[in-house]
């Protein structure tokens, strides 16, 4: 391999394990704080990335629809979680599982009876469209490195609030023991409702930012959930630092396994994952 | 939690079924054998997760090596044999389930749920990915398996009402080995660990054995309702490896009732029942499913099993 492939596909490696973190961080907050296993977080990808197609379609612009996509999903996390979700806290994971599950056959077709089954294509912002010419043949498009950008901001945002905000103690208060934050004033519901609500528009974000890329298709939501898991369970549950470890991972783990083994490639983050489990049950940053 | 199933009423209904074929309904024979085919499928979670506790969101792994080992060993231009692409389809799926549960088994409760998930999409992909299969087209099944006593043919797979009975009576067998299983001490061990694995532990139970050897045997019960309905179908693709499949087989699981053995055959018949239903109404027969299934959690707990009980219950 020459080096401007390898950095090609380094960079594609470092973009795709970031998009994957946006996404899977809210679920493992969802599962440290909440205790939830949730399987239609992939189902909020999905609608982020088809409330881009239609948003942008309705607003004329890229940067409109991903504004008002995030209100949306931000205030659809709210309902979700007040109709739905707080009633599965105290409930075993198998009734966690099939709720969600019956949620992301509701989605679907939800979807299916608002858009349709067809593949669509989203436009991106002009000013992101060129790409950086490497070489005489090989570019790297400037859009890819703007997604990865994006989410390099939005973890280090991450990373203060969790660690340097009042907010952020009691976010990480509920992860380590519930009943004893809320038996100190932390008024837990109200943390759950928002914390629920800001892994939906993560999810739903990194939806819009992929759109662009992968284009918009029915089944996104399930094959970026199993990843997410896979992250998770590399990661270590409930932890944002080890859900981003294992998303980078995987991105170079899927990248370089498409360059290097394209016949296995779809096995590769499996292989890694059964490798880490073997290592450490718990995963990289859990606790046993 | 009740044990004993109701013997009388279940065998009023296999007796139903049996004579259900002489009403000539060649379509009601063929979907009557796949949902029992799903019950067979759905008994050998039950085992798992209902019996064991242990809730694999991954089970369609071992339905889809199953019917992938009989469509690949079958002889492209005459009918395979029963008796070696049978026993051959449900160890391959054993071992696989072996072999994973050596990993999964090291987990437990969310972690164990999302890896069982994980692994069964490895198995999807090893499917979808590779030329072992025929990729994402699948591989048809030219000649369905038959199986002959020195050379005189016993039963024909490709013959609907064979295979209708052939299908009740793994039902049947499958439901009374596990129901043996329950009351063995090896049942009663995994109903031990289920309630309280430290315990168990600390009693000098090999907890993980047992374990291993109830996902092992899932895992080739499960492999029995892949083989067979890789025979009804006629061809597989990775789809059945899907984890839609899983998921759809741990619903009927619940559907029927959690830790009850004949909640699985209840759930099983629900669940074509409910999809038929629909699919007869609408195209996105998913759509009310889904909201049947988000209801069920919400306002039925313990599945249709426990509809009974709550009906026996004085209202006070």
Known sequence: MDPVTFLIQSLNGLQYGLLLFLVA?????????????NLAHGSFYMIGAYLAFSLSALTGSFFGAVALGIV?????????????FSRLYHRDH??????????????????????????????MPDFLSASIPLTDTLSYPVYRLFMSGICIVLAMSMYVVIQRTRLGMRIRAGTSNREMAQGLGIDIRLLFRFVFAFGVALAALGGMLAAPVSSVFPGMGSQVLILCFVVVVIGGIGSVWGALLAALLIGFTDTFGKVLFPDYAGLSVYVLMAAILLWRPAGLFGRA | MKHSPPWLLLGLAALALAAFPLLGQAFYVELLAKVMIFAIFAMSLQLL????GLVSLGHAAWFGIAAYTLVLMAPKYHPANLWITLPAAVLAAAAAAFVVGLLVLRTRGIYFIMVTLAFAQMFYFVFHDTGLGGGSDGVYLNFKPEARIAGHLLFDLGNSTHFFYVSLGAMAAVFLLLAAIRRSPFGHALDGM????????ALGFPVMRYQLAAFTLAGGLAGLAGYLAACQFGFVNPELLAWHESGNVLLMVILGGLGQLHGAILGAFAFALLQEGFASVTRHWQLPMGVVIVALVLFLPGGLASIAARLRRPRS
């Open chain 1, 94 to 123: 198998l009734d966690q599982v099939l709720l969600t599950y019956g949620l992301i056959l509701i989605f679907e077709e939800l979807r299916s009876l608002a858009v349709g089954d067809d593949v669509h294509s989203v436009a």
């Open chain 1, 25 to 37: 961080s809210g679920l493992t907050l969802v599962f440290g704080i909440m205790g939830v296993v």
């Open chain 2, 49 to 52: 997760a209902g019996v064991a």
């Open chain 2, 194 to 201: 289920r309630a309280n694995e430290q315990r168990m532990r």
């Open chain 1, 72 to 84: 949306l999903s931000v205030v659809f996390g709210l309902l979700l979680e007040w109709a739905l």
